[in-house]
């Protein structure tokens, strides 16, 4: 699914409305309970938003940001939920050189990790800042939220949108961006006239309706042409020498991937099991 051509109304999507959102962070915990990510230590103030913890990392795939703003004279706070946008034409598998991203006829962008040489090319293209790096980690890996690929797939929605009580939407790409229309036209006065991931990056499976304007809240303004063409062309005026030391470190994590891999793969054999979620779609 990658050609400009393609058409996704029929792939899942997420409708995010964030008029409705009360910052419960149901989302963000059953995000880590779904994917068995550990805790990480927080912090009350980042300086761009009172979110915790402060960023998505390679143990937090959503966050749910908290902004204030000003309304009548009065604070007031916008809340919304930040994950991978699963674009229709992501950068992240266009750049991958051993195909580790691959974006699923459903919707959601997936991961393999088998494949993945470490290289760290998907960081660099993606539009959204997305994919972290596992630095903590004698063999990392990226990692990035995975659309609940293994639920979709069974044909369950993802965790998060499982869990939200008023702000998620989840369905065929087509009906999300009609329900969204819909709620434009019926309430102008809720909305900001736009629907952020609509054209953004040639269009995406995480849809947004804000009642500010989206640069306000922080929303980053991404080209609304499809990526893949211009990503190779971008990645070309990186320094030669960082792409030659990310060549060599990436050869020297691939074989470091390929040893863990196999000792790995030996455990299960003998019977030490991996947790059931580690592997699956990540
Ligand atoms: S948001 Fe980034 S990581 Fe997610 S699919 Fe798009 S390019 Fe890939
Ligand atoms: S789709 Fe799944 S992996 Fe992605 S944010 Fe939601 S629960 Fe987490
Ligand atoms: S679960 Fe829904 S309402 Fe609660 S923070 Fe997440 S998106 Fe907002």
Known sequence: MSSSTANFDKTKAFLIDTTK???????????????????????????EGYQNPPLMSEYTFTRVKFKDYQKNGQ???????EMCMHCNEPACASVCPVGAFKKTAEGPVIYDAKRCIGCRFCMIACPFGVPKYEWSKAFPLVRKCTGCYSRVKEGLQPACAT?????????????????????????????YNA??????????????L??????????????KRSL???????????????????GGLSLVSWFNHRKER?????????????????????
């Open 163 to 191: 869990a939200c009580p008023t702000a998620i939407s989840y369905g065929s790409r087509a009906e999300m961006l009609k329900e969204a229309g819909k709620r434009l036209k019926n309430r102008p006065e809720r909305y």
């Open 21 to 47: 959102c009360t910052g419960c962070r149901g989302c963000q915990v059953a995000c880590k309970q779904w994917n068995q990510l550990k805790a990480e230590d927080t912090k009350f103030f980042s300086g």
């Open 228 to 246: 893949p063409s211009y990503t190779w062309q971008a990645l070309r005026l990186v320094p030669g020498i960082f792409l030659t030391v990310g």
């Open 75 to 81: 604070n007031e706070f916008a809340f919304y939920k």
């Open 210 to 223: 804000t009642q500010q304007p989206l640069d306000e809240l922080g929303f980053k303004p991404v080209t």
């Open 262 to 282: 196999i000792k790995r793969e030996q455990d299960q054999l003998n019977g030490a099991a991996a947790p059931e979620n580690k592997e699956v779609d990540r």
């Open 195 to 208: 629907i952020y991931g609509k054209d953004e990056a040639g269009g995406t499976s995480i849809l947004y």
